[in-house]
């Protein structure tokens, strides 16, 4: 079992950054972390994934909303997740998960509670 905690939500304007981190910890998270994301809520709409990353090798991938702006990386020594948001615009509003994949699974199937992001006009 994994247990995952946001941090690094709150409210900036238009045109902010914000970094959000997860911190995963667990029996032997290190050696059984296949890939890493990160996805969103807005109110009224579907959750959606926003950037991911193979643990491992550090691949990447973003959203086609976020490219450009949004930075995802991690650092293994820390079991840490970043996400840098920045040129942040009022759509980016949204509860802000992160989920974490183990080897041999399917999907995404441990999240945390989730960090509000509110960007203000």
């Known amino acids: 079992q994994v247990q995952l905690v946001e941090s690094g939500g709150g409210l900036v304007q238009a045109g902010g950054s914000l970094r959000l981190s997860c911190a995963a910890s667990g029996y032997n998270f290190r050696s059984r972390a296949y890939a890493m994301a990160w996805f969103r809520q807005a109110p009224g709409k579907e959750r959606e994934i926003v950037a991911s990353i193979r643990w491992s090798q550090n691949l990447p991938y973003y959203a086609d909303s976020v490219k450009g702006r949004f930075t995802i990386s991690r650092d293994m020594a820390k079991n840490t997740m970043y996400l840098q948001m920045n040129s942040l615009k009022p759509g980016d509003t949204a509860i802000y998960y992160c989920?974490?994949?183990?080897?041999?699974?399917?999907?995404?199937?441990?999240w945390g509670q989730g960090t509000q992001v509110t960007v203000s006009s």
């Open positions: 989920a974490a994949q183990f080897v041999g699974a399917s999907d995404y199937h441990s």
